[in-house]
């Protein structure tokens, strides 16, 4: 927990999300960005949808992709399948997952004041 948590909440990626539960000040923040988004001013049931949507904080959009490849394996597929030699070559490019996922709808990146990002699942 940091400085900012009443409790801790889950990590859904791992080590790399901060494991916090927004106090009130900024929960209401995340619940404002939340509604600006996907609702429109006053819509009471996104915050019922908040703790599903809420994916946690990161230090970048390019640290969750980051996570996310590696939570799905995807970088042991790498270190197994190619040979060594090219395995330097061989990458996923996560700043373009991220910018594309956010594109795309499936994720909302909103800028924490204490730096990083707050992740919301865009499908919720």
Not at 16 to 29: G, I, N
Not at 47 to 65: K, P, T, V
Request: with cysteine.
């Amino acid at each position: 927990m940091d400085r900012h948590s009443t409790a801790p909440v889950r990590t859904p990626l791992g080590s790399q999300a901060k494991s916090v539960f927004p106090p009130c000040r900024l929960r209401a923040c995340l619940y404002r960005a939340t509604l600006s988004v996907r609702c429109g001013p006053g819509d009471e049931t996104a915050l019922n949808r908040f703790e599903e949507a809420y994916l946690g904080h990161y230090d970048s959009e390019q640290a969750y992709a980051e996570q996310l490849i590696d939570d799905l394996g995807y970088q042991q597929l790498l270190d197994d399948s190619v040979p060594a030699s090219l395995r330097p070559y061989a990458r996923i490019d996560t700043e373009a997952l991220a910018r594309d996922m956010q594109l795309d709808g499936d994720l909302h990146f909103y800028p924490a004041d204490d730096g990083g990002v707050w992740i919301f699942d865009g499908r919720v």
